[in-house]
């Protein structure tokens, strides 16, 4: 999905509806940008953002140019921007591939404007219980929660919640990620490719969850 053209709906998707409250112009970090399959599309939807990313692997070659990127471990590393130099921080499906979040919680509240805000998406533990519905996506689309090998624990909301609360966070909002068109091909997902067979039955089961932390 290019959203270079859908700027005027970002509204259809949770991850760009937090973008939408971003200032013009302003300085937004993603932490555990990987590919940077995310922050490129951030980039499509809101070119004025000033964008940095930071993950232990990553492919900055990938990233939108002009991105700020810092090879590190967000468990253990402190990031080398400014305190008070970021409007929001994204993190998308990185809690519950780590075990210790105090430092993760601490450079956030660090780097936050105030008043700043927060978005973590992570699956939602309903995804303890499926079972892939596709043969041919067995062992190449994490749909089980464990189908990843990497994942080590499930990150309900209210856990999240309570792990930043002493760094000096507050729960906004809390809720199911969507795209709202990729959940409504879902009924008539029989005329689609495997794959996107099932990235449009994530979408309408609801197979992520999300927390929008505010800096106090």
């Given at each position: 999905m290019n959203w270079t053209r859908l700027r005027k709906m970002l509204w259809i998707d949770t991850r760009f509806r937090f973008l939408q409250n971003?200032?013009?112009?302003?300085?937004?970090?993603?932490?555990?940008?990987?590919?940077?399959?995310?922050?490129?599309?951030?980039?499509?939807?809101?070119?004025?953002?000033?964008?940095?990313?930071?993950?232990l692997e990553g492919k900055p070659e990938l990233y939108p140019a002009g991105t700020q990127f810092h090879r590190g471990d967000i468990t253990a590393d402190a990031l080398p921007w400014a305190a008070a130099s970021m409007d929001a921080i994204t993190c998308m499906h990185l809690v519950e591939h780590i075990s210790s979040f105090d430092q993760l919680f601490k450079e956030c509240n660090r780097l936050l404007k105030n008043g700043g805000a927060l978005y973590i998406e992570?699956?939602?533990?309903?995804?303890?219980?499926?079972?892939?519905?596709?043969?041919?996506?067995?062992?190449?689309?994490?749909?089980?929660?464990?189908?990843?090998?990497?994942?080590?624990?499930?990150?309900?909301?209210?856990?999240?919640?309570?792990?930043?609360?002493?760094?000096?966070?507050?729960?906004?909002?809390?809720?199911?990620?969507?795209?709202?068109?990729?959940?409504?091909?879902?009924?008539?997902?029989?005329?689609?490719?495997?794959?996107?067979?099932?990235?449009?039955r994530v979408h309408f089961i609801g197979w992520s969850a999300y927390v929008i932390l505010r800096k106090r």
């Open positions: 971003v200032p013009a112009g302003g300085s937004l970090l993603d932490i555990g940008s990987s590919e940077g399959q995310t922050i490129s599309h951030f980039k499509e939807a809101r070119p004025d953002m000033v964008l940095h990313a930071t993950d992570t699956p939602h533990p309903k995804t303890l219980s499926l079972s892939m519905p596709y043969a041919s996506q067995a062992g190449k689309f994490t749909y089980n929660f464990y189908d990843d090998l990497t994942h080590q624990q499930i990150m309900p909301l209210g856990k999240i919640a309570t792990l930043a609360a002493p760094h000096g966070f507050s729960v906004v909002q809390v809720g199911t990620s969507r795209n709202w068109l990729f959940a409504a091909l879902f009924p008539f997902s029989f005329f689609l490719s495997p794959r996107k067979k099932i990235i449009s």
